[in-house]
């Protein structure tokens, strides 16, 4: 997978989930913050958990791709773990990508089991998804072994991310529907995405003029652009929740709910995202 | 303690204990959800304290066989521990795994005690049990100087479960009774317990060909090997739960509680795991 | 900016904010705890909102200079960033001083949208600080590469007092409105600033003496320094806070609160330090 | 201070700290257990606060008497800081020792104005605490350069002890009068006082035979030791504890509450560590 594309499909994987989350947490923020005005005729509960259950299965469908393209690309190493008569292992690269789609792959079947079923606390789902963030960052810790300095480092710049991601997933167990926690993950999303994009463009230019991977100037500038990156992910989030915060206050001034006189808020529709654990 | 049978051991205790506590912390849960229902009937306080007790002796039992045959094996110390014609201390090895057994010993005692008198608050049992795996990690931590890298880094590996559980054996002395705090537990001793033995074969090979300790590449597998087994002990965790899980409310729709309109559930049995401290 | 001036004006800004900082805080906590004896007299809630729109303008406005600063000074890169005829980086360390601008002028904006509309959740502005004093501390970390000994070490210790006050801030997100959380970032606020006035001595010193930057005695006796700047920014925040306390308190006293016997307090002014996210 | 005497010192103070604070939590829980047959009577909360003013009164006078003692022993500094003649700082080891009591003494002062006035709010003891301990830390970290083997060693994991404490007197300030936070804070201050004196013994034995300071084994056996210490302490604070648990209830028995069927328990005395903040 040491290739432009080999960056640029995760890449583009986390960009879209880190928007689509941003989409699916601002809109749902936004209705409960305006219930007393009839808010919750947008997402009711049912309609929140037919989306997660949606989503999760697009995240296990795409973990499989993922998982079986690595494993029968070209010279993906399709199920050989070791060469017995060469006596080397096959393709660790690729078995490691397998991992880390597997882990994804299990935080989406058990958030659809979740969904799906009343069997397992509601708060299970951010935990697989911390320990999925966690053993992605892992793997990616003891992958550097050998390489030169600034691809190391690149590498190295990623995990702020990847690990931070899982510690506010894991911190959302006990604070869930917490939108600050929530907005957070998103912006470190779409920061994993778009940096992955950016290690891509460093290690393997389309131009003729290649980066020198020893250059202490060039590290110290890939350092400073992982807080741009950082900047434009936070600005993305910001777009997108204050468009869709006023697209449901306008959408709710033009139709007035009718019917709140004569329901209390409470009756109508429990807050789902409050039933912590 | 150097040997397939040294890693062996620890592992299958680890083993039994994560299933142990899995079915365990399952089965209460599972009651606490369905009460409504008349669970109550299947754990009441007193068997959850008569368990308590029963697990407490057996931990404390096998702490006080393995301290007893860490020193009187065949090369063990036999409580000497300085040398003092040859100037060398003996057998620090046997006396560090027997240091180790000792705090598992501790926290079985403390526990038997909070749960037979009322002496001690509740919370006190994990405290002993993180500082436990805290102490087991820190020896090990400093247990490593001199050995080739694999060795080193099969043991680093164990350090994330072993620390993993102190972290989280914590947090449980502020979280009692939360159920995912519970099983993340389960999963990580499972996964130390089946690690445990995977050093037995990594180290100590029973067919001809040793691994060779040098290899890098035999680390990024090793490394990807350890996800594997966090993935196979999540599995485990999560089939017991069901599986109980299903038991539980089949019992229950078989015999439908008949005292129920008599009681109201909150004056039979007060839920035990909510006294947090 | 390897300069005295270039450390000596940084220096200064966290000192005016910090005790900017203390003073606003103490005069808030006071307030709340008089309030049964009329001290919402003294800080309503709109002047209060007030208050953090005029300090976040002026934040945003120095932001912005300071970025204007970094790039238009005499050697300064004057927004180009990469040198193709002579192939290098344009001044990276003005870049990195005005992201470092950057993000303490995003969250200014960030914090002036939340206290002019009602669009976004309160908390955010203490995670917009958190992010940008984590940034601040990001940048410097990497920012050492190849200087004397004493130098880094300098750099190191300011560390503490950046990433504390980004761990302070971020716990600020679920204590928010807690004054001790509040006074030790205050406090650690205080340090950097003198800590940024003692580089510019130390690397910089006016008289004819430098100092020997690999002299081990020398980093023991900064490291020690370092404490008693912690130990004055404690002396300023406490005295500061102690005034306030007596100033409110003798100033209810001279005038008594004549409609207090009318009004329940609690109608009068909510306490916006509880609006917990 | 690099002498037996040196380390015998701060261990017997942290020894008696360590004792007295077990005494003093130990007694305060079982109190407030208790309450309901009366035992409010044995420590009320005019006598619990006279006892904290005592209490800091006694370590201020201590940290003070340490500091000038650091100063004007036979070769300490008396208080001239830099050798302009030879151009060297003066016992920069009793300066970094005078600055660690002078925190401990800011901590007796802060406690000592909280509970003698109203000024400031409670919970900022245990954060001066935090401070102090943390302080200490921080200087031994770069206390160590070029020292041996195992003296370093022996110096780090005193590390353990201090900034453990410092971490959980940081968790008091949110939950205060948690019986076994306070307890493991008392564990870890009898464990800093007596590897004090293991410390001692290892680098100035009185014995004729030195210990080999570069030796690995010898490294090996004092992380162990270090265990047994730390189960040294549990063993003491358990004991102390289960003493005077069972001295209240007996005192409690012997002379029945008559008063208890006049008086509600909740208004005779508040329960003062419930004053989270």
């Known amino acids: 997978m040491g290739s432009f594309k080999g960056h640029a499909l995760p890449g583009t994987f986390f960009l879209i989930t880190g928007i689509w989350w941003t989409g699916k947490y ?38 499989f791709v993922g998982m079986l393209a690595e494993q029968f690309v070209a010279n993906g190493p399709k199920l050989h773990l070791y060469d017995f008569a060469e006596k080397h292992w096959e393709q660790l690269m690729n078995w490691q990508h397998s991992t880390m789609y597997l882990f994804f792959g299990l935080a989406g079947t058990v958030s659809l089991i979740i969904h799906t079923t009343e069997a397992a606390p ?56 917490n939108i600050i926690l929530e907005l957070l993950r998103c912006s470190l999303t779409i920061l994993q995405g778009s940096w992955f994009w950016q290690i ?25 652009c992982y ?15 204050c468009t869709i915060n006023c697209v449901v206050r306008s959408r709710l001034k033009r139709t007035p709910p009718m019917e709140m006189g004569l329901l209390k808020p409470r009756d109508r529709d429990p807050e789902s995202e409050d039933e912590i654990l």
């Open 26 to 63: 601002s809109l749902w923020y936004a209705t409960r913050r305006n219930k007393n005005i009839g808010s919750t005729r947008l997402t009711s509960r049912a309609s929140q958990r037919r989306l997660e259950i949606i989503e999760n299965s697009v995240l296990l469908f795409f973990s």
């Open 122 to 177: 509601l708060a299970l789902d951010r935990l697989m998804l911390a320990i999925a963030f966690f053993n992605q960052g892992f793997l990616f810790l003891y992958h550097l072994h050998g390489r030169s300095m600034l691809d190391v480092h690149v590498h190295q710049l990623l995990l702020f991310a990847i690990f931070g991601e899982a510690i506010i997933a894991f911190l959302e167990v006990f604070h869930r529907g």
């Open 200 to 224: 891509g463009f460093v290690l393997y230019p389309s131009q003729s003029t290649d980066w020198d991977l020893q250059d202490h100037n060039n590290a110290t500038f890939i350092t400073m």
């Open 227 to 241: 807080s741009w990156h950082l900047a434009f992910a936070m600005l993305v989030v910001s777009v997108l929740y």
